[in-house]
C-alpha cells in the first residue's frame, strides 16, 4: 500500500527566505506524485506534479520540487517566500492507475514571518 | 469556464440522521472523487465514479454510498451519521487519463 509522510507540520520562515516542505512516499510501484496548497475555507489547488520524464518539475506561483527515486522523496522548494504563500500545503501519491485515487499526507501549515 | 462547485457549503446535522452532498463538475470532465478532510488531517479518499460507475473505493463502510449523473455532477450519501463524520467533503473532478483533479471548496459537515 501506498502512503506518504509530510515532515513538519508547521513550518516558519521569514519573508524573502527559502521555502522547503518535505515530503516522503512509500511506493511499490513507480508514482505519480503532487503537491497542492489550501488556503482557509478553499478547497484545495494543484502546484505542480510529476508523472515521468524530468525529475525536476517547476509549478505555479514559484514553486518546483524534485523527484529523487533513491530518497523516495518529492520535497517542495520556493527561493524566496512571500506573504501570499502562508496556507496549507498537501503532498499526494497515486499509484492505483485504474482510478485516479490520490493518497495525501497530513499536510503542513506554512507561515511566513514579515 | 465554471470550476467545480458543491453545496450546500455548511451543514449541520445530529447523530443517526442522513446527509446528502452535491458536487457540479467541470465542464467536460467525466470522473468524480470524493474526498473526506478531518480537523487537521489530509484529505481521504472515499470513491470514484467515471461514467456513473464506482470505480475504486477507499476504507469506508457502506453507509457512505454516491451516484453520478449523465451530466457527470455527483452526490455523496451518508447514512446513520456519527459523530465522527463531521469533516470538509471535498468533491473533485478530472478527465480520466489527464492526471490532475479540480477540488471545489467543499462542503463542512458537523453532527451532533
Known amino acids: 500500500a501506498q502512503s506518504v509522510t509530510q515532515l513538519g507540520s508547521h513550518v516558519s520562515v521569514s519573508e524573502g527566505a527559502l521555502v522547503l516542505l518535505r515530503c516522503n512516499y512509500s511506493s511499490s510501484v513507480p508514482p505519480y506524485l503532487f503537491w497542492y496548497v489550501q488556503y482557509p475555507n478553499q478547497g484545495l489547488q494543484l502546484l505542480l506534479k510529476y508523472t515521468t520524464g524530468a525529475t525536476l518539475v517547476k509549478g505555479i506561483n514559484g514553486f518546483e520540487a524534485e523527484f529523487k527515486k533513491s530518497e523516495t522523496s518529492f520535497h517542495l522548494t520556493k527561493p524566496s517566500a512571500h506573504m501570499s504563500d502562508a496556507a496549507e500545503y498537501f503532498c499526494?501519491?497515486?499509484?492505483?492507475?485504474?482510478?485516479?485515487?490520490?493518497?495525501f499526507g497530513t499536510g503542513t501549515r506554512l507561515t511566513i514571518i514579515p | 469556464e465554471t470550476g467545480v462547485t458543491q453545496s450546500p457549503t455548511h451543514l449541520i446535522k445530529t447523530r443517526g440522521q442522513q446527509v446528502t452532498l452535491r458536487c457540479s463538475s467541470q465542464s467536460g470532465h467525466n470522473t468524480v472523487s470524493w474526498y473526506q478532510q478531518a480537523l487537521g488531517q489530509g484529505p481521504q479518499f472515499i470513491f470514484q465514479y467515471y461514467r456513473e460507475e464506482e470505480n475504486g473505493r477507499g476504507n469506508f463502510p457502506p453507509r457512505f454510498s454516491g451516484l453520478q449523473f449523465p451530466n457527470y455532477s455527483s452526490e455523496l450519501n451518508v447514512n446513520a451519521l456519527e459523530l465522527d463524520d463531521s469533516a470538509l467533503y471535498l468533491c473533485?473532478?478530472?478527465?480520466?487519463?489527464?492526471?490532475?483533479?479540480?477540488f471545489g471548496p467543499g462542503t463542512r459537515l458537523t453532527v451532533l
Open positions: 473533485a473532478s478530472s478527465l480520466a487519463g489527464y492526471n490532475e483533479q479540480f
Open positions: 499526494a501519491v497515486r499509484t492505483n492507475f485504474g482510478n485516479e485515487k490520490l493518497t
